[in-house]
T-cell receptor, first 113, second 115 residues
């Protein structure tokens, strides 16, 4: 069985400071991992994905995530937050090759000027 | 490509009414999905389909029905609407994969209120 835990429901940062959104996963086999972003009243957009290639994955808008098997983590980072990054972020896991995804409960990122 | 489209964007239903949420994709994806999103709960899978004529239950299927007669369309039917079905509904699609799990592409959502 697969599951994902997003460790913070809300994260607040100032514009220009680093962003860290934490995600731990549980998976019986080799997982595929994703981060999605949802801006207010919008659908979900893929930020990045890990599917067993390089453990450091780069995504859109300067975000990146590192797959750490020993820690069962897939934390999302960005060196410098921008106001437009304010949104809800979802960590998602799937057993590789499975057709369904399991979503975390989401982390709301608040960015202040 | 329009991607994944959903209609309507908003709907208010009275308790006991029925309705169909429409979903279509023009990417020739085999897999399609219906989710509901409630505040603080992430997305929960209602039903999914791996191809025309094939559907399966997700985590929260009660009160819903689906059909998949074409690759493009995947409507979600609500019978006897209840206040617990007040939610935002998202449709998604993805290419088929065996050794790889592909990302899903999401529609803009339908906000449903049952009163």
């Amino acid at each position: 069985a697969q599951s994902v835990t997003q460790l913070d429901s809300h994260v607040s940062v100032s514009e220009g400071t680093p962003v860290l959104l934490r995600c731990n996963y549980s998976s019986s086999y080799s997982p595929s991992l994703f981060w999605y972003v949802q801006h207010p009243n919008k659908g979900l957009q893929l930020l990045l994905k890990y599917t067993s290639a390089a453990t450091l994955v780069k995504g859109i808008n300067g975000f990146e995530a590192e797959f750490k098997k020993s820690e069962t983590s897939f934390h999302l980072t960005k060196p410098s937050a921008h106001m437009s990054d304010a949104a809800e972020y979802f960590c998602v896991v799937s057993e590789r090759g499975y057709s369904t995804l399991t979503f975390g409960k989401g982390t709301m990122l608040l960015v202040s000027p | 490509n329009a991607g994944v489209t959903q209609t309507p964007k908003f709907r208010i239903l009275k308790i006991g009414q029925s309705m169909t949420l429409q979903c279509a994709q023009d990417m020739n994806h085999n897999y399609m999905y219906w989710y509901r999103q409630d505040p603080g709960m992430g997305l929960k899978l209602i039903y999914y389909s791996v191809g025309a004529g094939i559907t399966d239950k997700g985590e929260v299927p009660n009160g819903y029905n689906v059909s998949r007669s074409t690759t493009e369309d995947f409507p979600l039917r609500l019978e006897l609407a209840a206040p617990s079905q007040t939610s935002v509904y998202f449709c998604a699609s993805s290419p088929a994969g065996t050794s790889v799990t592909y990302e899903q592409y999401f529609g803009p959502g339908t906000r449903l209120t049952v009163t």
